[in-house]
């Protein structure tokens, strides 16, 4: 009988390294939401890729940060955690950011690890002879198997880590099917599309404090897709920034994430979005379960 390899990697790293773009890299479509603004991931997100035989599962996390609110807490809970059981750890650091002090500190949390990788990203953006001393200190902060120089966002170097990431994976039998696919809800993805263009469109730090959920999706009788979601804030105030003058922002906001549904799930879609005040929402545990995340 065929043996068969599958296995769970973790992806960890600071805040804005590049995560959410290489998961969409490996998996050559859209499955987490990118902005350059920091702590955009929330959710913690499995995406199953096929390198021949072997499995490889990757769980993509939140950034590590230094957590102020409950969102905070529960966003770098699900990043620590998502280390205990993984096979492999692979830890993403922007090499234009070089060694931080939160990558020391990932270090010494990861260092005992059997299996662990590091990836320097976007090494297209800096000088050749500046990531050699982040190699020489990385090699004496934890004993990783291979320190990859990648671009997550030109996609260079990243087959080659997938290879070597591969090559670790335990013999098991297949967890998900042979498939690449994602287990990110349905409800939940189109959610986080729309936070995405919030993300983009309205600055400083509101998005931080708002949250989106698809409350109902229904096919029309010409086939066309229905998706009312709300759009929660804390406050009046923060309602008339995200409407904007005339609802001008609302519809901006909606126009883009409609387009980006469309394109993802190449159907015709119409998007009803409705904004609420809940000034209490990070309080909530549904919001949290919601998001994969624990209530603490």
Not at 62 to 72: A, E, H, I, T
Request: charged share 25%; hydrophobic share 40%; glycine share 6%.
């Amino acid at each position: 009988m065929k043996k068969t390899y599958s296995g769970f990697i973790a992806i960890i790293g600071p805040t804005n390294a590049g995560k959410s773009t290489l998961l969409n890299q490996i998996m050559e479509r859209k499955v987490s939401i990118v902005s350059h603004k920091v702590q955009t991931t929330r959710t913690r997100l499995r995406a199953i890729k096929m390198v021949g035989d072997k499995q490889l599962i990757f769980v993509d996390t939140p950034g590590v940060f230094s957590p102020k609110r409950r969102l905070d807490r529960a966003m770098v809970g699900a990043a620590m955690s998502a280390m205990d059981d993984a096979d492999a750890i692979l830890l993403l650091i922007d090499a234009q950011k070089g060694i931080t002090q939160t990558v020391r500190d990932l270090c010494e949390k990861i260092k005992n690890h059997n299996n662990l990788f590091v990836a320097l990203n976007k090494v297209d953006s800096v000088e050749k002879m500046t990531l050699l001393p982040m190699v020489a200190e990385l090699s004496q902060m934890a004993n990783f198997r291979e320190i990859f120089m990648i671009s997550a966002l030109k996609n260079d170097g990243v087959k080659q880590m997938l290879n070597s990431l591969a090559d670790v994976m335990p013999e098991s039998p297949y967890l998900f099917e042979t498939k690449d696919a994602t287990d990110v809800p349905d409800m939940l993805y189109l959610a986080e599309l729309t936070r995405e263009k919030i993300y983009k469109y309205i600055h400083q730090e509101l998005p931080y404090h708002i949250n989106v959920v698809t409350e109902h999706v229904e096919t029309d009788d010409e086939g066309v897709l229905e998706i009312y979601q709300k759009i929660v804030v804390q406050n009046e105030a923060h309602k008339k920034i995200v409407v904007g003058r005339g609802g001008e922002q609302l519809k901006k906001i909606g126009t883009a994430a409609r387009h980006d549904i469309q394109d993802q799930w190449g159907v015709n879609a119409r998007l009803h979005l409705f904004v609420r005040v809940e000034p209490n929402w990070e309080e909530i545990a549904e919001n949290y379960t919601d998001q994969g995340l624990e209530f603490k």
